[in-house]
């Protein structure tokens, strides 16, 4: 019996069983981006009522070097590294949002409009999205930390110079909310109704149920997609190893040929391989 780890990577194989479980689950996957130090980690605390903030560390030092995950309810929340972490973090997230449902840009009001590296992200996104604007139809600004802002002037200009920023690059408008996670912590701990009112953050819930909801096809359709492709480029790589062993073989003396008998076995494993894959992919 063959095994298909001989001729597909390890990667490839787990990301094709990820993607399944995907679609056989009925879990929104929510993504939260943004610059290291912005918030991100305590936004998806308090989304999850962990209001000790010990699923996703928050610290001084950047505590997050890779992507987390936490299953709360029907959303699977992914905490990732900073986007002015490197380079190959940015390749990370720009990966996993890719399958991701709903994307959580976060943006410390403080800091006010978009930063150069903020603005490089969404600028390579535009450029190697393949439908940039699907990526602002599931995506949510988030301000953050609104707390620290000196008035509601603040916070206003920063939303309007974001907005236009995002206009800019996308062509389009996009959604944008202004939150602090520390007024809805302490509200909810303390049973503040004024605090956790004006923290904001039940009115992002409430944005993220609605765009889910509306998404729910969308989301299903695009769960679809990604399997076909996965299939697709999995049964291509397949086709490029069969090819390249027939012109091995072809190669060969005739006295050759007959000691690499594996090679020919090779190509009918695939060739069955090929035949299984392609009939999963009909079956879809």
Same mark, same amino acid.
């Given at each position: 019996m063959?095994?298909?780890?001989?001729?597909?990577?390890?990667?490839?194989?787990?990301?094709?069983?990820?993607?399944k479980?995907?679609?056989?689950?009925?879990?929104?996957?929510?993504?939260?981006?943004?610059?290291?130090?912005h918030?991100?980690?305590?936004?998806l605390n308090?989304?999850?009522? $962990?209001?000790?903030?010990?699923?996703?560390?928050?610290?001084?030092?950047?505590?997050?070097?890779? %992507?987390k995950?936490?299953?709360?309810?029907?959303? %699977?929340?992914? $905490?990732?590294?900073?986007?002015?972490a490197?380079?190959?973090?940015?390749?990370?997230i720009?990966?996993?949002?890719?399958?991701?449902?709903? !994307?959580?840009?976060?943006?410390? !009001?403080?800091?006010?409009e978009?930063?150069?590296?903020?603005?490089?992200?969404?600028?390579?996104?535009?450029?190697y999205w393949?439908?940039p604007?699907?990526? @602002?139809?599931r995506?949510?600004? !988030?301000?953050?930390?609104?707390?620290?802002?000196?008035?509601?002037k603040?916070?206003?200009?920063?939303?309007?110079?974001?907005q236009?920023?995002?206009?800019?690059?996308?062509?389009?408008?996009?959604? @944008?909310i202004?939150v602090?996670?520390e007024?809805?912590?302490?509200?909810?701990?303390?049973?503040?109704?004024?605090?956790?009112?004006?923290?904001?953050?039940?009115?992002l819930?409430?944005?993220?149920?609605?765009?889910?909801?509306?998404?729910?096809? $969308?989301?299903?359709?695009?769960?679809?997609e990604?399997? %076909?492709?996965?299939? *697709?480029?999995?049964?291509?790589?397949?086709?490029?190893?069969?090819?390249? %062993?027939?012109?091995?073989?072809?190669?060969?003396?005739?006295?050759?040929? $007959?000691q690499?008998?594996?090679?020919?076995?090779?190509?009918? *494993?695939?060739? !069955?391989?090929?035949?299984?894959k392609?009939?999963?992919?009909?079956? @879809?």
């Amino acid at each position: 019996m063959y095994n298909l780890d001989n001729y597909l990577s390890k990667s490839d194989i787990d990301s094709l069983a990820t993607i399944k479980k995907s679609l056989n689950e009925n879990k929104i996957t929510i993504t939260c981006i943004g610059l290291y130090n912005h918030g991100k980690s305590t936004l998806l605390n308090v989304l999850i009522k $962990d209001f000790e903030f010990k699923t996703f560390k928050t610290a001084d030092a950047r505590e997050t070097s890779v %992507n987390k995950k936490f299953t709360y309810g029907d959303i %699977n929340y992914i $905490d990732t590294p900073g986007l002015n972490a490197n380079e190959q973090d940015d390749q990370k997230i720009l990966e996993v949002i890719k399958n991701s449902d709903i !994307v959580l840009f976060v943006h410390n !009001v403080t800091t006010g409009e978009f930063s150069k590296v903020e603005i490089d992200f969404l600028e390579n996104i535009k450029k190697y999205w393949e439908n940039p604007k699907v990526f @602002i139809d599931r995506t949510v600004f !988030v301000i953050s930390r609104i707390d620290g802002a000196t008035d509601s002037k603040d916070i206003k200009n920063t939303e309007d110079k974001m907005q236009q920023q995002i206009e800019y690059i996308f062509g389009s408008t996009a959604k @944008i909310i202004a939150v602090s996670s520390e007024d809805y912590r302490d509200g909810m701990i303390e049973k503040e109704d004024k605090l956790v009112s004006q923290s904001n953050i039940q009115d992002l819930e409430k944005m993220i149920s609605l765009l889910s909801k509306k998404s729910e096809q $969308d989301i299903k359709k695009t769960k679809q997609e990604r399997l %076909n492709k996965k299939y *697709n480029e999995l049964i291509r790589k397949l086709e490029d190893k069969k090819k390249n %062993n027939e012109l091995m073989i072809n190669k060969l003396t005739k006295e050759k040929r $007959d000691q690499n008998e594996s090679l020919h076995q090779e190509i009918n *494993n695939i060739q !069955v391989t090929l035949k299984n894959k392609y009939a999963q992919l009909d079956a @879809i």
